[in-house]
């Protein structure tokens, strides 16, 4: 009994009331510390070995009650208080989540990767960043799917609704819901988004910024990228390109354009009635930034951002340039909950709604993870308030003073203010077994440091509510 009700503890500890409500009777609730604990993630790792935890964790996952959705509206929850008043961007994006071949096939998970030969489901998060600072503040949705290998319809002709693509308005629209309390929302999304629905039917109180991949008819009979290379070029500025794949750092010098542009609902590309519902013209603002003087066999950057914002100036169009680049933060985001932190990949679990939920659980794991590892890197930035409630600030104190007064120098000492979210990584990074020197003569901590440590957290946590019930 005891035990119960200490899983019961630990899920409001991570998700807040909804899913101890959700899981009240069961006893797997304490998976998101599973989760945390054993990153590499296949059930009997998750649940230390022990059959008991096992079924305890699956039947968890197996609960009709626990759905992605629920999971996603208790994390974005959260997040919902942490944004009020703030210059939010909500970035979504969607990532394939691979499991295996033609056995994971057999299993009843749908076709992905190239040719659609692997099996595996897709994962669609997103994430909401603090626009001016950069900081992840939480999640603000994320949803979850099989892909349906039995729909007869040809893409073409399948309505809206069906659609595959139909995500990214889903995804606008819960940013419009879960962050009302910001001060302002764009959402930003890659060019696989460029579609005319997004730009039509976006709530009234967010707005989006989406990289251009078509080249639309405007009303003034122009095509799109015609007209953005007529444009005057109105300023330049030099931005430091970061490592990526194959491609090292460097320095690109970026000559901007912008203007006001009305773009022309499409003829083809989607079901007949759903296309008649759509106005016939959107009004949009045009950034267009492209590279001068590129280095020889450097492909140039060349962005066409289309938004709801209007640019008018240098200034707002500079901006512009800048909240598309944190884009990058959902990459990041990605191969934290791929490779180093909890490999989801690598899950063995033959059961697709109940990997689903899986996958949900972990994805709500990885914001907090990679919200302490950028804290690592931007030390003076983030409030603690962005990761953790209010009552975890006395104990992470009284955890931090412990490792403290048996520390034999100064440089072990945490260096970082109280009210800082890097105060609280030094310490999970601590409870993680890490040494708390920077740099030498230990790596910095990373995810999956990081991963261990909020589990013992968590598990301290539950202890220290017990105790205090009991007394
Ligand atoms: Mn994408």
Not at 101 to 107: D, E, H, L, T
Not at 262 to 271: A, D, F, L, S, V
Request: glycine residues 10%; aromatic residues 6%; proline residues 6%.
């Amino acid at each position: 009994m005891q035990a119960i009700r200490c899983t019961h503890l630990g899920a409001e500890a991570v998700f807040g009331w909804r899913v101890r409500r959700l899981a009240a009777g069961k006893k797997g609730a304490w998976c998101h510390a599973a989760l945390v604990a054993h990153p590499g993630s296949c059930i009997l790792e998750l649940s230390g070995g022990q059959r008991r935890g096992e079924i305890g964790f699956g039947r968890f996952l197996r609960n009709p009650a626990v759905t992605v959705a629920a999971l996603s509206a208790a994390a974005a929850e959260r997040t919902a208080t942490r944004v009020a008043g703030r210059d939010i961007l909500a970035i979504q994006d969607t990532s394939e989540i691979v499991l295996g071949g033609p056995k994971v096939r057999k299993a009843g998970f749908g076709p992905v990767g190239r040719g659609g030969f692997l099996g595996g489901v897709l994962l669609h998060p997103v994430l909401a960043v603090d626009a001016i600072s950069g900081e992840l503040v939480g999640l603000a949705d994320i949803a979850v799917w099989n892909r349906d290998t039995q729909n007869e319809l040809h893409h073409a002709k399948r309505p809206l609704e069906q659609k595959e693509s139909r995500k990214w308005l889903n995804g606008t629209r819960r940013a419009s819901d879960t962050l009302g309390k910001a001060g302002r929302i764009t959402v930003v999304s890659d060019r696989e988004s460029d579609l005319y629905e997004d730009f039509a039917l976006k709530p009234v109180n967010v707005h989006v910024l989406i990289r251009a991949s078509s080249n639309r008819n405007l009303v003034n009979g122009c095509k799109l990228f015609d007209h953005a290379d007529g444009l005057p070029e109105m300023g330049r500025m030099t931005v430091n390109i970061p490592v990526s794949p194959g491609k090292s750092a460097r320095q690109a010098r970026l000559a901007l354009r912008f203007g006001p542009v009305t773009i022309k609902r499409p003829e083809r590309g989607m079901p007949s009635p759903d296309l008649k519902r759509l106005p016939q013209a959107v009004g949009l603002h045009l950034v267009d930034i492209r590279e001068v003087d590129a280095p020889k066999g450097v492909e140039p950057i060349h962005w066409r951002l289309l938004t709801s914002h209007i640019i008018e100036d240098f200034g707002a169009a500079r901006l512009m340039l800048d909240f598309y680049r944190k884009r990058w933060i959902i990459e990041d985001y990605f191969r934290t909950l791929k490779s180093a932190g909890f490999k989801v990949e690598d899950a063995r679990m033959t059961d697709p709604a109940g990997f689903m939920n899986f996958l949900a659980l972990a994805a709500i794991a990885a914001v907090t993870v990679t919200q302490m590892l950028r804290a690592r890197n931007n030390p003076s930035g983030q409030p603690l308030g962005d990761a953790f409630d209010p009552d975890d600030k006395p104990l992470l104190i009284a955890i931090c003073k412990d490792y403290e007064g048996e520390a034999p120098t100064e440089r072990q000492k945490n260096p970082h203010p109280p009210d800082t979210l890097a105060f609280a990584s030094w310490i999970i990074a601590r409870l993680g077994a890490w040494t708390g020197y920077y740099g030498k003569p230990g790596p910095a901590p990373g995810p999956a440091t990081l991963s261990r440590g909020l589990r013992r957290y968590h598990e301290i946590k539950y202890g220290a509510r017990i105790a205090t019930e009991i007394v």
